[in-house]
């Protein structure tokens, strides 16, 4: 029974390993010089340096704070505006009582399903007719009209299982569905709303198509575009300035990961995020 | 129960505005370009259905996206959701230390889209690159990749199984509602482990795994980022991995022929429409909820 235990930790160990190795490699190679990454299977450098991050950091016509900084920027918006937009329609839909309820919600949910490529190219005309193309409007207005459907799905599941007591007697006592919802629902909708905010931010901060289409300045850029251009100059040998920045990209995702671990796994499980 | 219309159609009244501006407006008028030639500069120009008759009739690029995509969705889908099962089911016969080898496994599924795994992707299967240089160890010299186009395919392939953390979150969670004293009294029974799993197991897993099926198999139709890095942005070598939305991308904001993008668009919508109705369909006859039995 002991071995038994024992093996199947080994087992797990080693799937651990090979599913981290690729990551392990590129960050340990993000230490190393050029000119052994290809010859230095170790996740332990040979010769370690820490020139690449520097370099890399200046490697295109901007440095990367520029990007970090534009990045934060759409991040934060989509955040806050995914998270108001959410809660004030999945509100209505999981606590208030109106015509036409049952029609919209179907129409909510179709959202769900509908590949974004057919909004894509009527959306782009649009935004270009507003002179939007080159700001980051297309990237943040959409998330203050609750564009995001699935933010709405998974707070009506959470707004649903709150007491109806709570809106009642706060009813009786002559207050208004505006109050309820500021002074009842929110309070107690931290999870929700913590689940909702770390998953909007991580789509953004990974969000390449987007960008892609709508930002063509590279004073514009978001990291993950700017990380596009060491792909585009491929023959360079930049291996380890590339890696040394695909690593730094990836450093917000994980810290969130470590600490908000538990909301991100019940998220999921609860209903389903891609991730 | 008391209306409240006023209030509720206030708080819904972003959502409102977003949907029209944004959802229905641009899906009926993407029907409408299509059916036109239209580069943003000069107005449409209604040519009827001919880029759809262009598209199955004559433009083999088109075919071979569909080629791709479908063939990366059928290898990929399955054996993504094959080792998202086989692992939750390992985890959930109750390991020390779940929670470390759940966030182990679920982390490259949170890092999947980003372009800098499509980066690392790059790197792993170059022809100088990590794959190889293991192989070397073997004796064998490895093939490049990402440069032949009968290999390059499989590379994505593999990247998309490397991410079956979230699949398997769902199974696990999926694994966790199942009464644990069905197990329990069939084993009284003398039902073997197998047959537990055939009997039990899968039968009331079913539901999740159809869940998990047309989630994967809807966004491994829309795989857009990873491709576009680790093809260098067109599907190169020799199209290989020119999947659908790339090639959307090429003809929509390469090319600008915003009309024959749109087309292309509303075939996706029409396909991706078409497989969730076939696993809605075929459900009833596959998928037990366990209020029927």
Redesign the interface.
């Known amino acids: 029974m002991k071995q038994n235990?024992l093996l199947?930790?080994l087992?797990?160990a080693l799937?651990?390993l090979i599913?981290?190795y690729?990551?392990l490699?590129?960050l340990s190679?993000s230490f190393k010089p050029e000119s052994i990454i290809?010859?230095d299977?170790s996740l332990w450098p040979s010769q370690f340096t820490f020139e690449n991050y520097p370099n890399g950091w200046q490697a295109l016509r901007i440095d990367f704070s520029i990007f970090y900084k534009n990045s934060f920027i759409v991040a934060v918006f989509s955040v806050i505006g995914n998270l108001i937009?959410c809660a004030?329609?999945a509100?209505?839909f999981a606590r208030?009582?109106?015509?036409f309820?049952r029609f919209?919600f179907a129409?909510?949910m179709m959202?769900l399903?509908?590949?974004?490529?057919?909004?894509?190219?009527?959306?782009?005309?649009?935004f270009?007719k507003l002179g939007w193309v080159n700001t980051y409007y297309p990237l943040i207005v959409?998330k203050?009209?609750?564009?995001e459907a699935f933010f709405?799905f998974l707070m009506v599941q959470f707004f649903k299982q709150l007491p109806r007591e709570l809106d009642e007697s706060a009813m009786m006592d002559g207050c208004?569905?505006?109050r309820i919802?500021f002074k009842i629902i929110v309070p107690l909708s931290t999870p929700a709303f913590g689940t909702a905010a770390i998953f909007s931010f991580?789509w953004t901060w990974?969000d390449?198509?987007g960008p892609?289409?709508y930002l063509n300045d590279i004073e514009k850029y978001t990291v993950?575009?700017a990380?596009?251009a060491?792909?585009?100059a491929?023959d360079l040998s930049f291996?380890g300035e590339?890696?040394a920045m695909?690593?730094l990209?990836?450093i917000p995702?994980?810290i969130f990961?470590i600490i908000f671990?538990r909301f991100?796994?019940h998220g999921?499980?609860?209903s389903?995020?891609?991730? | 129960?008391?209306?409240?219309?006023f209030?509720?159609?206030i708080?819904?009244?972003?959502?409102?505005?977003?949907?029209f501006?944004?959802?229905i407006?641009?899906?009926v008028?993407?029907f409408y370009?299509s059916l036109t030639e239209y580069d943003?500069v000069s107005d449409p120009y209604f040519i009827g259905f001919e880029h759809y008759e262009y598209m199955f009739v004559d433009d083999y690029r088109f075919w071979e996206a569909l080629k791709v995509t479908f063939f990366y969705v059928a290898v990929g889908v399955p054996f993504k959701l094959g080792f998202a099962l086989a692992?939750a089911l390992?985890?959930n016969q109750g390991?020390?230390?779940l929670?470390l080898?759940?966030?182990?496994?679920?982390?490259?599924?949170?890092?999947?889209?980003?372009?800098?795994v499509?980066?690392?992707?790059?790197?792993?299967f170059?022809t100088?690159?990590?794959v190889n240089?293991?192989l070397a160890f073997l004796g064998i010299s490895g093939p490049s990749w990402l440069s032949d186009p009968d290999t390059s395919i499989y590379t994505v392939i593999l990247l998309t199984i490397?991410q079956f953390?979230?699949p398997m979150?769902?199974f696990?969670?999926g694994l966790r509602q199942i009464p644990h004293d069905l197990y329990e009294a069939s084993s009284i029974d003398g039902a073997s482990k197998f047959r537990q799993f055939w009997k039990i197991t899968l039968p009331l897993l079913a539901p999740v795994i159809f869940?998990?099926l047309v989630?994967q198999t809807?966004?491994a139709?829309?795989t857009?980022?990873n491709v576009?890095?680790i093809s260098?942005?067109n599907g190169s070598p020799v199209d290989s991995l020119l999947f659908y939305?790339l090639y959307?991308?090429q003809q929509?904001?390469e090319f600008f022929r915003?009309g024959y993008?749109?087309a292309?668009?509303?075939v996706?919508?029409i396909i991706?429409s078409i497989f969730?109705a076939i696993y809605f369909y075929t459900s009833k006859y596959w998928v037990y909820y366990e209020s029927e039995k």
Do not use: C
């Open positions: 235990r199947k930790h087992f797990l799937a651990s599913m981290l690729p990551l490699w590129m190679s290809f010859n299977l937009a004030f329609t509100y209505a208030l009582e109106f015509n309820k919209w129409l909510m959202t399903m509908l590949p974004y490529h057919v909004v894509l190219i009527p959306q782009y005309i649009l270009l959409p203050f009209l609750a564009q709405i208004s569905v505006f919802f991580y990974e390449f198509f892609l289409i993950p575009l990380l596009r060491f792909v585009s491929e291996y590339s890696f695909s690593i990209s990836l995702v994980f990961f671990q991100i796994i999921i499980a609860m389903g995020i891609k991730g | 129960m008391k209306k409240e219309n209030a509720a159609y708080f819904l009244l972003p959502w409102l505005v977003g949907f501006l944004l959802t407006q641009p899906i008028s993407s370009l943003t692992i390992w985890l390991v020390q230390g929670s080898y759940r966030a182990v496994f679920y982390l490259p599924s949170l890092l999947g889209s980003s372009v800098a499509g980066i690392l992707w790059r790197q792993v170059h100088d690159g990590l240089y293991l490397w953390g979230s979150l769902i696990l969670a869940f998990n989630l809807i966004d139709f829309k857009f980022n576009f890095i260098g942005g939305t959307l991308y929509g904001f915003m993008a749109s292309l668009a509303w996706l919508l991706i969730t």
